[in-house]
């Protein structure tokens, strides 16, 4: 099944955004409690769920950790106020309700008194008033810290939480909804948390070996969506993730039944299609582009930026770079938990027209010289394009750019990407121009945080250097709505602009799959644990 939301505007808020530099592939599927091979199968009570994951895990700990792999360990023991469902959909979880102020800089939320952490520590609001001022304590670390209201303070007791924020927000209640809650022991001493969590869920993770994080499921847990109890049909008994780093690997693991869940792509995917194999899967940008929009780079003009835009073929590069499985991208969001989705562009994509791009580039002063390469004052046109290494998709679709780049005069300098490499030429060097470089959230709140926040030399993440007028004032009038539907409007004319002004180009997207064999399960952006049933 692939999970498409439509445009939600009260969903929780992704307040972590991530980079997505990895090539995935994939293709549709509806998994509806099926055996892995197609066939309708009845639920299993027991057993343990055995998901593969990928590259290395580094910390578990739920306060800082920012990797994807490392994330989707978290989420198995951790929840949060709101849960929201592969649709989109909000509904109670440790909240049994919330309720906006009037002016829109607090909220408050009434818990349910039923709720325990892992260590048998009640769950409360002054509990959760905890996790959430951990969150804005400037002596922590933590991922939320740029992505939090300014002034957010809560406090707590019995089961009222109150929240509140300096100004406006018409997504405070769902920002604060999605934060996880940790138990006081684990907030006192977040180094605990790396080899045992603490938290609410019905996993508890209780033993972390070289590549292997064991959970046991809970017997006291009452508290899920929908009813769901350690009781209800079809639940392990526990969980274990692995880190499985080959494809091939992870493919033979599902086929042969050692493995309950791993995402695999390219070739190994066609052989678990082939055996009738479903997936839950979530859109990759794997065909975004962004730009180095720095004063000193020639992709600080916008002339040149349109002109690489229109200089190469976007079909041909499109089928490539998706490994021959592309999905139109029709929005900026492309996470859970699609707050402001578009599920029909609110921008006009650009064709691809080469002798409309060399008219660009003369406008913008690069000539062509007697062999054809353009230069400017002397300066040849050279554009450091950055792709992963890893993928064999973004290598080859960046070598057919830079052909076609080649017959407009341009030199293109293509330059693979490991984990460090990125960090080094996005955050600190910026010696690049442009590349299959994406940005996959769930918010437009985070998306500002590259096309509007500040650069990495103060701290921040616009490692592009967009500073685009239309654009901040669009994203200031949406920061300071009175209301989702308001807020959203204002989004997705910033959309346009970030679109149109070519800060970015969305070639195509592709599906991100998460095969089941022997279990059934929903995906957001991560495996949801309470979504878990095995089968036969």
């Known amino acids: 099944m692939i999970t498409r939301r439509k445009a939600v505007t009260a969903t929780a808020l992704g307040v972590m955004g991530a980079l997505v530099l990895t090539a995935c592939s994939g293709g549709s599927s509806d998994g509806d409690g099926s055996d892995g091979s197609g066939n309708e199968a009845g639920l299993v009570t027991g057993g343990t769920f055995r998901h593969a994951v990928f590259p290395e895990v580094g910390s578990v700990i739920p306060m800082s950790a920012n990797q994807p792999q490392e994330i989707q ?47 048998g520590t009640p769950f409360d609001a002054e509990a959760a008033a905890a996790s959430i001022n951990y969150h804005t304590d400037p002596d922590n670390v933590s991922v939320l810290s740029d992505v939090l209201p300014a002034g957010l303070q809560a406090s707590g007791s019995g089961t009222t939480l109150e ?39 019905l996993y508890a ?42 494809a091939s690997t992870r493919a033979n693991l599902l086929l042969s039944g050692e493995l309950n869940a791993a995402a695999v792509e390219g070739p190994d995917q066609d052989r678990l299609d082939a055996s009738g194999y479903e997936f839950a ?44 499985r592309p999905v139109e991208l029709t929005s900026w969001i492309t996470d859970a938990p699609f707050t402001c989705f ?40 050279e554009i450091n394009f950055i792709y992963d290494a890893a993928s064999t998709s973004h290598a080859s679709a960046a070598e057919l750019v830079a052909q076609d780049w080649e017959e407009l005069g341009i030199t293109t300098n293509l330059i693979a990407m490991d984990g460090a490499a990125w960090s080094e030429y996005l955050y600190e060097t910026f010696d690049y121009d442009t590349g299959w470089i994406q940005i996959g959230v769930g918010s437009p709140v985070t998306q500002n945080l590259f096309y509007g926040g500040a650069s990495p030399e103060d701290g921040g993440l616009n490692f592009m250097g967009t500073d685009d007028p239309e654009y ?46 022997k279990a059934t399960f929903e ?11 095995m089968t036969e």
């Not at 940790?182 to 977040?190: F, I, K, S, Y």
Request: proline share 6%.
């Open 73 to 119: 360990v978290i989420t198995y023991s951790y929840e949060s106020l709101i849960y929201t469902d592969e649709t989109g959909e909000e509904t109670p979880w440790l909240a049994e309700s919330w309720e906006v102020g009037d002016d829109g800089t607090s909220v408050t939320f009434e818990l349910r008194d039923d709720v325990t952490f892992q260590d």
């Open 281 to 324: 899967g979530t859109i990759n940008p794997i065909g975004q582009m962004l730009f180095n929009e720095r004063e000193d780079r020639p992709t600080h003009d916008p002339l040149v930026r349109e002109a690489l835009i229109l200089g190469y073929g976007h079909d041909d590069v499109a089928e490539v770079v998706s490994g021959g």
């Open 472 to 517: 901040n004032e669009l994203a200031a009038q949406a920061t300071s709505a009175s209301d989702p539907d308001e807020a959203c409007d204002y989004w997705k004319q910033a959309e346009k602009v970030v679109v149109e002004n070519f800060h970015t180009f969305l070639l195509t997207g592709t599906i991100r799959p998460t095969y089941m064999s």
């Open 523 to 533: 995906i957001t952006d991560y495996v949801q644990p309470v979504t878990i049933r």
């Open 163 to 201: 929240v509140t924020a300096e100004a406006t927000d018409p997504f405070l209640a769902t920002i604060i909804g999605d934060i996880w809650m940790v138990a006081p022991a684990g907030l006192e001493d977040p180094s605990s948390l790396e080899q045992a969590s603490n938290g609410t869920g």
């Open 205 to 246: 993770l209780t033993g972390v070996q070289a590549d292997r994080y064991v959970f046991e499921t809970r017997d006291d847990y009452t508290w899920g969506p929908g009813g769901l109890t350690s009781d209800s049909e079809g639940i392990p008994d526990g969980l274990e993730v692995s880190v499985v780093t080959d």
């Open 342 to 381: 578009s599920e029909e562009p609110v921008w006009e994509r650009p064709e691809a027209d080469p002798e409309r791009a060399a008219e660009l580039l003369d406008e913008a002063g690069w000539t062509a010289g007697a062999d054809g390469a353009r230069e400017k004052d002397g300066e040849p046109l």
